[in-house]
T-cell receptor
Framework: NAGVTQTPKFRVLKTGQSMTLLCAQDMNHEYMYWYRQDPGMGLRLIHYSVGEGTTAKGEVPDGYNVSRLKKQNFLLGLESAAPSQTSVYFC???????????FGQGTRLTVV | GQQLNQSPQSMFIQEGEDVSMNCTSSSIFNTWLWYKQDPGEGPVLLIALYKAGELTSNGRLTAQFGITRKDSFLNISASIPSDVGIYFCAGQNYGGSQGNLIFGKGTKLSVKP
């Protein structure tokens, strides 16, 4: 049972490049989330999804897009990367928002 | 929006000592959660609290859900080197469509052998 898996684990982008982060969960969870973690800031919600085909904005959505085409996958896209998006990105899933969240191992993204 | 104040920001303790950290909020939560994050890893759930006044233990960890529903604390007894990491509190409210967690900024724990 893999839980929540994120790919890639590390990535370096040049300003203006685009990329997609993939999150996959095998727990049949309804809800999935993307957070970013910056030093001294804790975890901040970027976007979330309460089910296949639905997405919604979180606290810091600007510069990101998401898609949930399949229940087990939640994709985070950066269309035109900026240095301010240098961060560690975590995906999480939960059973309808309850019983705790399960986090992936994170993706460390550097934008130069 | 809702914010959590977590303190202390960091702690340096000797192995064997007890540790206490807490979170306060200006608004109420239905659930309080405590997570631990090891370097290079995602947060892992330690304890979940679902009822005001609830006191829950998980091995050497004890957490309480404040009566006012605006605070929670976490205690670690007899600390060991593997307790090192960042501890996050998180508050959650149901009823909305997202059930999102609001995180504190973390307490970084260092344990000296």
């Amino acid at each position: 049972n893999a839980g929540v898996t994120q790919t890639p684990k590390f990535r370096v982008l040049k300003t203006g490049q685009s990329m997609t982060l993939l999150c996959a969960q095998d727990m049949n969870h309804e809800y999935m989330y993307w957070y970013r973690q910056d030093p001294g800031m804790g975890l901040r919600l970027i976007h979330y999804s309460v089910g296949e085909g639905t997405t919604a904005k979180g606290e810091v959505p600007d510069g990101y897009n998401v898609s949930r085409l399949k229940k087990q996958n939640f994709l985070l896209g950066l269309e035109s990367a900026a240095p301010s998006q240098t961060s560690v990105y975590f995906c999480a899933s939960s059973y309808r928002g309850s019983l705790g969240f399960y986090f992936g191992q994170g993706t460390r993204l550097t934008v130069v | 929006g809702q914010q959590l104040n977590q303190s202390p920001q960091s702690m340096f303790i000797q192995e064997g000592e007890d540790v206490s950290m807490n979170c306060t909020s200006s608004s109420i939560f239905n659930t309080w959660l405590w997570y631990k994050q090891d370097p290079g890893e995602g947060p892992v759930l330690l304890i979940a609290l679902y009822k005001a006044g609830e006191l829950t233990s998980n091995g050497r960890l004890t957490a309480q859900f404040g009566i006012t529903r605006k605070d929670s604390f976490l205690n670690i007894s007899a600390s060991i080197p593997s307790d090192v990491g960042i501890y996050f509190c998180a508050g959650q409210n149901y009823g909305g469509s997202q059930g999102n967690l609001i995180f504190g900024k973390g307490t970084k724990l260092s344990v000296k052998p």
